[in-house]
């Protein structure tokens, strides 16, 4: 009898593994909580300084390395103990319907089954993982000047990595725009990203275009724009942008806001993209399509939403 279960024992370990059921999410809810109350909780600044020798004048530059590591350590380690956990539930059920051939045979399928588990972290983890040690964070949209400046405002911190996807723009306000963006694309990806809407508000017409903005540029073009306001007195408006940030592991979503007040003029400048040549911030006689890129990158909606997204994640990092 024993001779003949140990024919089935490597068929019954691959069984084992691949049985995602009821009782194997419910396992991967206790050690993840274990995970979260636990292990989560080092000070990990000071264990990333200590490994990486970062002096407080670099830790900046770090930052980003630790929090998308910590992340990385984080889904690692649940998955790994939710297996060991599993191994020794499914170890405990061999032996007691003497499935197992014998003793001996324990150690070999732990062995065994522990290697197909450590195969499959390491595919499932190692985009994650280059991302971690390489500081990127990935921008997904599909307007190829958004990235453009992204990178450029972002890159003394970490590099931004271009993710086309065409996400649903439900109708609603910014911030729901932002977070179901965020919900749809975290579907796709477990890495650090981040997402944003930009708005453009006519105080005239009390907020609009607003969100909508990218429709009504599509049909009125910069020009139809200004031709909105211009039989009006007031002139004023605001671009605003919301940025949603996303570790890529927790369900959180991190909103971050960036306003610049000004008006709405004839379109003028060569430089940007979609409504720049119509918008005139206030204390500047440029619009933003008039000005340098590196000027624009310094002052718009877009760079500081952006800017704020990074003193946030700094100070996750820093503990600060």
């Not at 292990?39 to 264990?47: G, M, Q």
């Not at 990486?52 to 910590?70: E, G, M």
């Not at 979503?253 to 979609?274: E, T």
Request: hydrophobic letters at 40%.
């Amino acid at each position: 009898m024993k001779e003949k279960n140990g024919g089935c024992f490597f068929i019954l370990t691959r069984i084992f593994y691949f049985m995602h059921d009821s009782q194997y999410a419910q396992i991967r809810q206790f050690t993840s909580t274990v995970i979260d109350t636990y292990l989560y909780r080092i000070p990990y600044k000071k264990v990333f300084d200590t490994v990486f020798q970062v002096q407080s004048t670099d830790a900046v530059p770090h930052c980003f390395v630790c929090v998308n590591l910590r992340c990385t350590l984080k889904s690692v380690s649940s998955y790994l103990l939710t297996n060991f956990v599993y191994i020794i539930i499914v170890v405990v059920v061999f032996r007691t319907i003497n499935i197992l051939p014998s003793v001996k045979a324990t150690p070999i399928f732990c062995i065994y089954t522990t290697a197909l588990i450590v195969a499959s972290v390491v595919k499932d983890n190692i985009l994650m993982l280059l991302v971690a040690t390489m500081k990127k964070v990935v921008f997904v949209t599909e307007n190829e000047e958004k990235y453009s400046e992204a990178k450029e405002i972002l890159s003394s911190h970490f590099d931004v990595m271009f993710k086309p996807m065409s996400l649903v723009e439900i109708q609603g306000s910014s911030e729901d725009i932002v977070i179901n963006k965020c919900k749809e694309a975290k579907e796709k990806l477990n890495v650090p990203f981040f997402v944003e809407d930009s708005s453009l508000c006519f105080n005239a017409l009390n907020g609009l275009p607003g969100q909508y903005v990218k429709w009504f540029l599509e049909a009125l073009g910069p020009s139809g724009l200004y031709k909105l306001v211009s039989a009006y007195e007031d002139k004023t408006a605001y671009a605003m942008c919301i940025v949603g940030y996303s570790d890529g592991q927790s369900d959180e979503i991190r909103l971050f806001h960036g306003r610049v007040d000004g008006k709405i003029v004839d379109p003028s400048g060569v430089h940007g993209f979609g409504w720049d040549a119509c918008f005139l911030p206030d204390n500047s006689n440029e619009s933003f399509a008039q000005m340098p890129k590196a000027k624009k990158c310094e002052i718009s909606h877009r760079a500081l939403a952006l800017k704020n997204m990074c003193d946030a994640v700094i100070r996750s990092a820093t503990g600060d």
